[in-house]
């Protein structure tokens, strides 16, 4: 635990600009980003009486080991960059919503030639466009069902598409009319673009225009007494009054608009969202988050803000957002939200009317996802502490292990053997920090060994992280000219503020994604610099030191095995060679769910029914499953391998050319240089590489018939694989 006081800033050394500013931890991770409009008068707040701080700031500011920041120009501009930040480092003492790209949204792709209407999750992607998120697919596919009659634009994969263009023959939505099928020409290109297009006006709320004109043209028709056309124009006109009946109308005509509300307690937060266009709700969507920070209810308007539009740009912000609290700067954050859209958006509390009636409707339903989150969470985090509680008291551990790592072996036989690394931070698993190895010291299957390697691995690259940034060694500082100083505004700063939108300042601050200067990293507060081995280490990854998440930057306080007394052993011994004393092991054995610790003869044998017994085996099952995946998929990638793998630029298509023309590799390998030439897109020195590559290769081994015992024969009565 960090004293706030050993890296506070010296007075007058910050500057009363807006910026931005980035607490790091002693592994130069970052932690939190704020913003403010005047950095000297924030900073100060959290260099106070500890006392005097809320506990979740107390507990940041003392997990901190240093702070810098950027210095901008506008408030707009600090917006933006707090957002990017957060986005890129992932601090953990920020409020994050949970992402919400499981929501199925209803998309029309018109970066397609012939556009699709379809269901999507995920990312969004560019030249798509997206209508909703609903609650449910099946909402979607109704919808979509009752529309296609009048709009009768493409929704079959792209695979359909290709075979009913191949065959001439469309699919059975094009037979019932609600496919105008562009597949086989019935529709020009032009023509079905034109009917996506009206699709999309008429989903984005313009639907009077479209039911006026064919209730017209029902009127027209059945007066020229072609009354089958008017009673389909009269069907269409049902079809799409029940489409919109789906979406109730709750405001004027032609309102655009999104309505945030917030419930909140102590501890947790849940916001929820109504997504108002032409009038009607089209969609719903919440998020439930932890208050890690000292974070009042504009605060968490600010972040849902940042979360909902951070990524949109034109008519997916809307022109009108309304909120039950203004951020601390509304006017900064209302021109960020006209930057995105390209135009005016009005940010407000509803004051009266029906906005305010459907802004309490808004708040009831994130009142009851709150109630109902607790419901379901109170349990598991009462239970993840006290699973931590009891690993730290069965191994003698000072605190609870807030970092557990497990690893694991896998092989087929002795062959394929690769390792597993999990990650769980406070009892859940964290996925982007999970590691797999290829075992690289030895041939064959010796798990105990393999283990060793693993762990001597993992933590040589974590005490190479530790020297690099001087938390571990530092080397007196090189003689010889220094690095010429770098210019623009990425420059590396001292303590004396800079300005513009990129100027980064306060001690050991640095800017731009390349900080350090080449070849040399900065010992933060050291005023030395130390040079970095370049000796080639086959687990080599990029250096960088920008806090952003790294790969073997943070050591864990509890290590775990998948095995027994020998694993353990092994694992000990890694560390003990590296010198680290400050990690604890265990292992966890299949077969009676032991705990092993080093040097014990006797076990740690936990209560069937405790927690810390459930916690270790999910996390050891976790490291099984994860590398058990990763070894199928390496031995699955061996068998498919080929010979014509090693020619250098023969991609899969004329591969798959080779085998057609010929017929099998063995056929290919009898071919001449002239014969290969044959084949399309294979020109001479392409067949030279390919004839060379075979010839080259080693015999394949006989394939066995597995039931038989008998081997397998081609066609040219030798064996194949």
């Not at 950027?70 to 920020?94: C, G, H, M």
């Amino acid at each position: 635990m960090a004293d706030p006081s050993s890296y506070r800033p010296k007075p007058g050394q910050i500057p009363d600009s807006p910026g931005v500013y980035k607490f790091r931890d002693e592994h130069r991770r970052v932690i939190y980003v704020g913003k403010a409009k005047n950095l000297r008068q924030r900073l100060a707040n959290y260099f106070q009486d500890l006392a005097a701080l809320h506990p979740r700031t107390r507990t940041m500011v003392t997990t901190a080991a240093s702070v810098e920041w950027t210095v901008v120009s506008t408030e707009v501009e600090a917006l933006q960059l707090e957002y990017s930040w957060i986005k890129e480092f992932d601090p953990r003492f920020n409020v994050k919503y949970r992402d919400d790209k499981s929501y199925p949204y209803l998309a029309v792709t018109l970066n397609e030639e012939f556009p699709r209407v379809q269901v999507m999750r995920g990312a969004k992607k560019k030249g798509v466009r997206y209508f909703g998120p609903y609650g449910h697919a099946w909402a979607i596919r109704e919808t979509v069902d009752l529309m296609l009659r009048v709009f009768p634009v493409r929704t079959c994969s792209a695979g359909v598409f290709k075979n009913a263009a191949r065959t001439g023959r469309p699919c059975l939505l094009g037979y019932i009319g609600k496919c105008s099928a562009p597949c086989v020409g019935r529709v020009t290109p032009e023509e079905h673009r034109e009917l996506a297009g009206d699709f999309c006006d008429f989903m984005a709320g313009r639907t009077g225009t479209y039911i006026r004109r064919l209730e017209k043209d029902m009127m027209a028709a059945a007066e020229e007494m072609e009354y089958e056309r008017a009673a389909r124009l009269r069907d269409d006109v049902e079809a799409l009054k029940r489409a919109m009946e789906k979406s109730a109308v709750v405001l004027a005509d032609a309102t655009d608009a999104d309505l945030i509300a917030v419930a909140e307690d102590e501890l947790e937060a849940a916001v929820q969202i109504f997504h108002v266009r032409g009038g009607r709700v089209r969609g719903q969507r919440g998020w439930v988050t932890d208050k890690v920070e000292n974070v009042d209810t504009s605060g968490l308007v600010e972040h849902a803000l940042q979360q909902l539009y951070g990524e949109e740009t034109g008519d997916s912000v809307p022109k009108e957002v309304l909120v039950p609290a203004l951020p601390e700067d509304p006017d900064a954050v209302s021109q960020w939200l006209a930057d995105r859209r390209g135009s005016h958006v009005s940010l407000r509390i509803p004051q009266r009317g029906d906005k305010k009636d459907l802004m309490a409707t808004v708040q009831r339903n994130a009142q009851q996802a709150l109630g109902l989150h607790k419901t379901k969470r109170a349990s598991d985090l009462t239970t993840r502490s006290r699973a931590l509680e009891e690993i730290a008291e069965a191994l003698g551990l000072d605190t609870a292990p807030l970092r557990i790592e497990c690893f694991d072996i896998s092989h087929l036989q002795g062959d394929d053997v690769v390792a597993s690394m999990v990650v769980f931070e406070d009892g859940l698993a964290r996925k982007s920090e999970y590691r797999r190895f290829q075992i690289k010291g030895f041939e064959g299957q010796d798990d105990v060994r393999s283990m060793h390697e693993v762990i001597g691995r993992r933590f040589k690259r974590y005490l190479q992280e530790k020297e690099r940034t001087g938390e571990w060694e530092e080397t007196p500082a090189p003689t010889g000219p220094a690095p010429a100083p770098q210019t623009g505004p990425a420059a590396l700063t001292g303590p004396a503020a800079l300005t513009g939108p990129a100027a980064l300042t306060g001690p050991a601050a640095l800017t731009g994604p390349a900080a350090p200067a080449a070849g040399v990293d900065t010992i933060p507060g050291s005023g030395t610099t130390s040079v970095p081995d370049t000796t080639p280490d086959p687990d080599a990854e990029p250096r960088e030191d920008d806090g952003r998440p790294k790969r073997f930057a943070y050591p864990p306080q509890l290590v775990v095995v998948d095995g027994g007394q020998p694993q353990v052993a092994a694992a000990q011994r890694a560390l003990d060679e590296l010198g680290i004393d400050d990690i604890a092991v265990c292992g966890l054995a299949k077969r009676l769910e032991e705990v092993w610790l080093p040097e014990d003869d006797d076990p740690v044998v936990l209560p069937r029914s405790s927690e810390g017994l459930y916690l270790l085996q999910r996390v050891r099952d976790e490291a099984h499953r994860f590398a058990i995946t990763y070894q199928r998929a390496k031995r699955a990638k061996r068998i498919r391998s080929s010979p014509l793998d090693a020619v250098a630029g023969l991609g899969e298509t004329r591969k798959q050319a080779l085998i057609k023309h010929f017929g099998s590799v063995k056929k290919l390998k009898q071919a001449t240089i002239d014969e290969i030439c044959e084949v399309p897109g294979i020109g001479r020195r392409t067949a030279e590489s390919v004839a060379v590559a075979l010839a080259s290769a080693a015999p394949a081994a006989p394939a066995v018939n597995t039931a038989t015992g008998e081997i397998i024969e081609d066609d040219d009565g030798g064996s194949t694989t």
